[in-house]
């Protein structure tokens, strides 16, 4: 167990429909991650948050927004999707924002769009 | 920009015999790498880290990575393969102090009795 929480475990929905996923990093740590594991992409970085703010977007899509509240839960939204949205969205979190500190990975949020 | 290949997507091995998963990076400035394993239907775990520190790195579970920079490799090896050790093996590289992690394509480590 990683310490970070995910929810929720699966969801299946329609396209043109919008899901909020929804992430709790580790005790202490500031830095949440999100990235997108699909067949034909692999794990891609998608955003990066920090204490609140955004730091670094990846190969995120404008349908796709995220935001980091107070507590330092996150939230990824999906709005309008396709079937090829369809993946394993994973949380990640770090103590810091620095480059050598360890990501530790949530079990990930299934996503089915059908 | 920073990226990672990955040689092998499936690699086969018997139990007690060497692993090796191979891995080699590209980067403009010194890289941070990183081993992560996942197991079926699980988030990923941390196997072990190159922070520019020690070129030989040992992790969890019996894995070690060596940095070879003239080669611009890091590859896992773990002496004496286990049943317990097929999974999916990421290698990934984050570097300039930004802690996007770029990954590779993964290998799937299949054991054999």
């Known amino acids: 167990d990683s310490g970070v929480t995910q929810t929720p475990k699966h969801l299946i929905t329609a396209t043109g429909q919008r899901v909020t996923l929804r992430c709790s990093p580790r005790s202490g740590d500031l830095s949440v991650y999100w990235y997108q594991q699909s067949l034909d992409q692999g794990l891609q970085f998608l955003i990066h948050y920090y204490n609140g703010e955004e730091r670094a977007k990846g190969n995120i899509l404008e349908r796709f927004s995220a935001q980091q509240f107070p507590d330092l839960h996150s939230e990824l939204n999906l709005s309008s999707l396709e079937l090829g949205d369809s993946a394993l969205y994973f949380c990640?979190?770090?103590?810091?924002?620095?480059?050598?500190?360890?990501?530790?990975f949530g079990p990930g949020t299934r996503l089915t769009v059908l | 920009a920073q990226s990672v290949t990955q040689l092998g997507s499936h690699v086969s091995v018997s139990e007690g015999a060497l692993v090796l998963l191979r891995c080699n990076y590209s980067?403009?400035?010194?890289?941070?790498l990183f081993w992560y394993v996942q197991y079926p239907n699980q988030g990923l775990q941390l196997l072990l880290k190159?922070?520019?520190?020690?070129?030989l790195v040992k992790g969890i579970n019996g894995f070690e990575a060596e940095f070879k920079k003239s080669e611009t490799s890091f590859h896992l090896t773990k002496p004496s393969a286990h049943m317990s050790d097929a999974a999916e093996y990421f290698c990934?590289?984050?570097?300039?102090?930004?802690?996007?992690?770029?990954f590779g394509t993964g290998t799937r480590l299949l054991v054999s009795p």
């Open positions: 980067s403009s400035v010194p890289p941070y």
């Open positions: 190159y922070t520019s520190a020690a070129t």
């Open positions: 990640a979190s770090s103590v810091d924002k620095g480059g050598t500190d360890t990501q530790y």
């Open positions: 990934a590289v984050s570097a300039g102090g930004f802690q996007k992690l770029v």
